[in-house]
């Protein structure tokens, strides 16, 4: 499983924060990086719910208040770098970059 977390500090637990990763996903198919977004997508494919979903981070962890239930953003910004990277910041992308 691999995946961004939020924070990185010493004695945090590094849990993987989906909206996070699919952003970094997203701005890799923007820049033209197709071999990178496509192995930060597949890298979290684990993690996907069998309905297409997927949570908001790995596991719950009540000291960052973050929580393993399905998060309409982190699906919303996986189908945005998967589907439709086009749909936003057009004005950023690199020729020729397209989904992943």
């Given at each position: 499983?691999?995946g961004c977390t939020a ?16 952003g970094v996903t997203h ?6 990086l197709r071999d990178e ?64």
């Open positions: 499983m691999r924070r990185i500090e010493p004695g945090l637990d590094r849990n993987i924060w989906f909206e996070g990763t699919f701005a890799q198919v923007t820049a033209g977004a496509r192995i930060s997508a597949e890298g979290a494919s684990p993690a996907q719910a069998a309905d297409g979903s997927w949570p908001y981070t790995l596991r719950d962890d009540p000291a960052e208040e973050t929580t393993a239930a399905g998060s309409v953003a982190s699906t919303a910004w996986y189908l945005l770098a998967t589907s439709t990277p086009q749909a936003i910041w057009p004005e950023c992308r690199a020729p020729g970059a397209g989904a992943p």
